[in-house]
C-alpha cells in the first residue's frame, strides 16, 4: 500500500455499496474520515438512554429493554400489527411492525430481552414510536461469554442516519481498525510534532483512535478526547499561524497622520473625551498602520462603545497621510446611517471644496446599490482623482467600475455578513494591500476570536462613553398575562409624552414577498408578527395618535433613508422597524424598545437591538414581548438578556445555545465544521495553548518542512473550498 492508507477509499475496505450510503448521507468519503466518525455517546450495559427524552422526528439510537409485546389484527381481521414497548424507567417507547414484519419479529422481540433499536420517532394517538425500526438485540443467543463480553463493554452510538445504523456504522470501524492494526498502522501520519506530544502527555493518534471507537473504560474515552481535540485545534491554529504570518510579510504603505493635519482638526472639535479603551485601542490601530505590513485587526466590543468613533478616527489618520478609506457596511440602512454620521461628526471637515468648508477637509462619499446614476458618476470621479479622502457604502463598492486613487484603510463593519471574496474584492483595489479593520457589532469570546477570527490581531472596548444611561430590560409574557402587554404600550405613550421616541421591533416584514415564508414552524406556533400588520393595529388601536411610521429592508433606499431622516430628527414617535434597525442606527432621544415574538431573535441579536436605546442622557427601556412558556428554554434565553447588560456574558450563552457548526459555519466555508470533538467553549485553555504552540512551530519553520505529516493534516483541512475560511471571513 502506497501512501497513507487513512486516505484510502472507504469501496475498497467495505465495499461499493455500503462505501455508496457512508459518502452520500454522511459524507466519509476515506478511511481516515471514517475514523474521525467519532460516537456521539457511549451506552453501559447498566445505562439506559432516557426515553423520557426523545426528539420527534428525528433519528435515534437506543438501549432498552422489552417490557411487553402484543399482536393485533386490524382492519377486519385482514391485517397484523406487532406492538413491541420498551423501557428504561425514564418512559417507554412503542415499537411498531406491520404484516409480514409483525411475523417475522415476533418469536425474538420477546419480553425482557435487551437490545439497541434504532430509526425515527413519531407520535400516534399521543404515544412516541419508532415504525420498523433497526434493531440488535444484546444477548440474544450469543452464548454466556460473549454476554460477558458485552457486559463489560462500552457501546459507542455513533451519529446515523435513516440508510445506515449506529451498529453497521460501528461494524466498517471495526473493519478499518482490524485492517490498519494488521500492518501496526504503518504509514499512518502524526500530525502532532513528538516534543509536544511529550510536553503535554498526549498519546500516539493510533492509541487515541482505538480508544475513542473500542474504549475498554471511561478514562481511555477522556484520554482519547484530549489527544484528538488536540488535533484539531492545533492543525487550525497553525493554519491560522501560517495566514497571519503571510500576512504580515505583505508589503504596505505606512501611514502616519500629521500633528496638525484632518484628524487633529477632527479630535479638536470633539465635544466629550475620548474614553481610556479607545485611547488605548486606536494607539493600537495608529501603530500598525505606521508599519510597512497591513494591519489585520479585529475591533471588538460592547454595544454602544464607541467602535465607530475609533474606526473614524483610523480613517482621518490615513487620509492625513495622502490615502484614502473606505467603510464596508452589511446594509444599505447601516451605510446610509453610517454617512449621516461620520458626516455629522466631522461637520464642515467633510465638505472639502464646497461653500464652506474647511481648508483641511476631506470629501466623503456614499456609494450603495441604489445610489443615482448622477451621483454614482460624481462619487467614482470622486475617487479616481482622490478628492473623497472617505466612501462608506455597501457591496458596491466592490463593483468592478470603482477605482481609487490610493486605499490606504478598509475597515469592515459587522464581519460575518460579508463573504470572503468581497473582502479581497476590496482589498485587491489597493495598489499594495491596505489595512485593514474588522468591527464586530456584538462582543464575541475569546476562543471565538481565536478560532474564527484567528488570523486577526485583536482590540477589544469594554468600556461605556461617559452619559450613556443604563437600559431597563423586561420580559413581557404576553400569553400569560396580557394586562403586562398593555401597560408596555402605557409606558410607550410615557415616553412619547416625555418629548422621546420609541421603536417596536418585528421579525418579518408582512408583505406580499413574505407570504411564502411565514414559518408556521410546528403546526402550534402561529407565524411571526409581521411589521406592516402591526403598526396598522398600533395606530388604530393602543397608539392611536402618536406618529407611527414603518421601516424595512425591502422599501425603496431613498423611502428607508426619508423615514430614518425623519425619526432622527424627531419628526416620529415611533418606528416600528424589522432588525434593519439592529446595528449602527443612533437616534439618543429614542429611550424605549418594545420586541415583539421576543424568543424569536437571538441572544446576541437581542443585546445588539436593545443598544438602539438609552444612547442620550435619559435611561432607556427594553421590552421583551413573548409567548413562550415560562418554564421553557425560549424563556430562560429571553430572562438572561433581561439580567444582564455584560455582551461579553450574553455571548457565551447565545454561542452555548447555537451549535458549533454554526459559530465556525463561515469558517468551514458552507462545508460542515471540522471540529468534530473540540467545542470552541469548553475548551478554551486547549485552543489557547495550541494557538501558543502553532505560533512557535510555524516562527521556527514557517513552511513546515520537517513537519510533513502536519502539512498533509493542513492540506486536508485546507482543500480548495475551505481556504477561504481563513481568509476571515
Not at 490498519?180 to 493518534?205: F, K, N, Q, Y
Not at 505606512?254 to 485611547?279: C, H
Amino acid at each position: 500500500m502506497t501512501g497513507n492508507p487513512m486516505d484510502e477509499d472507504l469501496r475498497k475496505l467495505v465495499g461499493d455499496r455500503t462505501a455508496k450510503v457512508l459518502d452520500e448521507h454522511l459524507g466519509l468519503k476515506t478511511v481516515g474520515d471514517l475514523l474521525h466518525h467519532y460516537p456521539r455517546r457511549y451506552a453501559e450495559r447498566g445505562e439506559l438512554t432516557r426515553l423520557a427524552d426523545l426528539p420527534v422526528d428525528e433519528y435515534v439510537t437506543v438501549v432498552a429493554e422489552i417490557a411487553k409485546a402484543d399482536k393485533r389484527t386490524y382492519g377486519g381481521g385482514k391485517g397484523v400489527r406487532l406492538e413491541v414497548v420498551v423501557t428504561d424507567g425514564s418512559g417507554s417507547l412503542t415499537l411498531v411492525f406491520f404484516s409480514r414484519a409483525a411475523h417475522a419479529h415476533a418469536h425474538r422481540l420477546i419480553p425482557g430481552r435487551r437490545g439497541m433499536f434504532s430509526g425515527k420517532v413519531s407520535v400516534f394517538n399521543r404515544t412516541r414510536q419508532l415504525a420498523h425500526p433497526d434493531y440488535q438485540l444484546l444477548d440474544a443467543d450469543e452464548g454466556e461469554d460473549a454476554v460477558d463480553a458485552f457486559a463489560n463493554r462500552l457501546i459507542p452510538l455513533y451519529p446515523a442516519c435513516k440508510q445506515i445504523t449506529s451498529w453497521q456504522i460501528a461494524r466498517t470501524v471495526d473493519t478499518a481498525l482490524n485492517s490498519l492494526g494488521a500492518t501496526g498502522w504503518a504509514g499512518v501520519g502524526e500530525p502532532l510534532p513528538a516534543p509536544l506530544r511529550e510536553s503535554r502527555g498526549l498519546g500516539t493518534l493510533p492509541e487515541a483512535l482505538e480508544k475513542i471507537h473500542r474504549p475498554g473504560t471511561k478514562a481511555d474515552i477522556d484520554a482519547a478526547r484530549t489527544r484528538l481535540k488536540w488535533d484539531e485545534a492545533f492543525v487550525l491554529q497553525v493554519a491560522l499561524a501560517r495566514r497571519r504570518a503571510d500576512e504580515s510579510a505583505l508589503p504596505a504603505v505606512p501611514r502616519l497622520p500629521r500633528a496638525d493635519g484632518l484628524l487633529a482638526a477632527f479630535d479638536a472639535r470633539l465635544p466629550f473625551t475620548l474614553t481610556g479603551g479607545q485611547r488605548t485601542v486606536s494607539a493600537e490601530i495608529f501603530a500598525d498602520l505606521a508599519t510597512e505590513h497591513p494591519m489585520h485587526r479585529l475591533l471588538q466590543g460592547e454595544v454602544g462603545s464607541g467602535k465607530t468613533l475609533v474606526a473614524l478616527r483610523a480613517m482621518l489618520g490615513v487620509v492625513d497621510a495622502g490615502g484614502q478609506a473606505a467603510l464596508l457596511a452589511p446594509t444599505e440602512v447601516l451605510a446610509q446611517q453610517h454617512h449621516r454620521s461620520v458626516t455629522e461628526m466631522m461637520g464642515d471637515l467633510a465638505q472639502a471644496g464646497m461653500l464652506g468648508g474647511a481648508d483641511l477637509g476631506t470629501k466623503v462619499v456614499l456609494l450603495t446599490g441604489s445610489t443615482g446614476t448622477a451621483a454614482r458618476r460624481r462619487a467614482l470621479l470622486d475617487l479616481v482623482t482622490g478628492e473623497a479622502g472617505i466612501v462608506i457604502g455597501t457591496h458596491a463598492l466592490i463593483e468592478d467600475t470603482v477605482r481609487f486613487h490610493d486605499l490606504g484603510l478598509v475597515v469592515v463593519d459587522e464581519q460575518h455578513r460579508f463573504g470572503v471574496e468581497q473582502r479581497d474584492a476590496l482589498r485587491a483595489k489597493g495598489g499594495q494591500p491596505p489595512h485593514l479593520l474588522v468591527m464586530t457589532a456584538t462582543p464575541i469570546p475569546r476562543t471565538v476570536a481565536m478560532t474564527v477570527f484567528g488570523d486577526l490581531e485583536t482590540s477589544v472596548l469594554d468600556q461605556l462613553p461617559a452619559g450613556r444611561s443604563p437600559i431597563a430590560t423586561h420580559v413581557v409574557p404576553a400569553a400569560d398575562k396580557p394586562h403586562f402587554l398593555a401597560r408596555a404600550w402605557e409606558r410607550v405613550r410615557e415616553e412619547v409624552g416625555a418629548g422621546h421616541q420609541a421603536y417596536v421591533v418585528c421579525p418579518r416584514i408582512g408583505d406580499d414577498e413574505d407570504t411564502g415564508r411565514k414559518q408556521p414552524d410546528d403546526g402550534e406556533r402561529r407565524p411571526p408578527l409581521a411589521v406592516l400588520e402591526t403598526a396598522g393595529q398600533l395606530a388604530a388601536g393602543p397608539l392611536a395618535g402618536l406618529r407611527v411610521e414603518v421601516l424595512h429592508g425591502r422599501m425603496a433606499a431613498d423611502a428607508k433613508d426619508e423615514v430614518m431622516r425623519r425619526f432622527t430628527a424627531g419628526e416620529a414617535d415611533v418606528l416600528v422597524a424589522t432588525t434593519v434597525i439592529e446595528v449602527g442606527v443612533n437616534v439618543p432621544n429614542a429611550t424605549a424598545m418594545v420586541i415583539m415574538d421576543a424568543d424569536r431573535f437571538g441572544v446576541s441579536q437581542l443585546h445588539q437591538l436593545r443598544g438602539r436605546v438609552g444612547r442620550g442622557s435619559a435611561p432607556g427601556l427594553c421590552l421583551l414581548v413573548s409567548e413562550a412558556p415560562e418554564a421553557g428554554p425560549a424563556r430562560a434565553r429571553l430572562d438572561a438578556v433581561a439580567a444582564t447588560l455584560d455582551g461579553f456574558a450574553l455571548s457565551r450563552i447565545d454561542l452555548e445555545q447555537r451549535r458549533e457548526g454554526d459559530v465556525l459555519g463561515q469558517a468551514q466555508s458552507g462545508s460542515r465544521s471540522s471540529l468534530r470533538v473540540l467545542t470552541v467553549m469548553d475548551d478554551e485553555d486547549v485552543i489557547a495553548a495550541a494557538r501558543d504552540e502553532a505560533t512557535a512551530v510555524v516562527g521556527a519553520d514557517p513552511e513546515l518542512t520537517a513537519h510533513p505529516d502536519l502539512r498533509s493534516a493542513l492540506d486536508s483541512l485546507l482543500d480548495a473550498d475551505r481556504e477561504e475560511y481563513l481568509d476571515k471571513g
